[in-house]
């Protein structure tokens, strides 16, 4: 059974740090690039970084670079987001999610894949993540 479960959100005032993980299991985790993907209240759904886990080529939204830091432990199959300078517009519902490499290949996954949630495989529950002013 293939599961994807985030942990590490929670309240944090701005300007504050915080770091959430993604636990990943029943699927061969070098053949997938992880996303985390995030929704606000009211709004839509949102990429906001990735990594191919056989290479770590990495995907930022344009939101997030600079302040976020997304890295891979491939023995744990874990998938890390490092969040810091949070502002309240970063409070959010913060989703893991996974997409096979095959067909778009390292480059064209985080091009191509990792800003569409509908390209995605798999998905995780989500961690809620509120940033106070």
């Known amino acids: 059974e293939v599961q994807l479960v985030e942990s590490g959100g929670g309240l944090q005032q701005a300007g504050g740090s915080l770091r959430l993980s993604c636990a990943a299991s029943g699927f061969t985790f070098d053949d997938y690039a992880i996303g985390w993907f995030r929704q606000a209240p009211g709004k839509e759904r949102e990429g906001v970084s990735c990594i191919s886990s056989s290479d770590g080529m990495t995907y930022y939204a344009d939101s997030v670079k600079g302040r976020f830091t997304i890295s891979s432990d491939n023995a744990k199959n874990t998938v890390y987001l490092q969040m810091k300078s949070l502002t309240p517009e970063d409070t959010a519902v913060y989703y893991c999610?996974?997409?096979?490499?095959?067909?778009?290949?390292?480059?064209?996954?985080?091009?191509?894949?990792?800003?569409?949630?509908?390209?995605?495989?798999?998905w995780g529950k989500g961690t809620l993540v509120t940033v106070s002013s």
């Open positions: 999610a996974a997409v096979l490499l095959d067909p778009y290949g390292p480059l064209g996954v985080v091009v191509a894949a990792c800003p569409d949630d509908n390209a995605m495989d798999y």
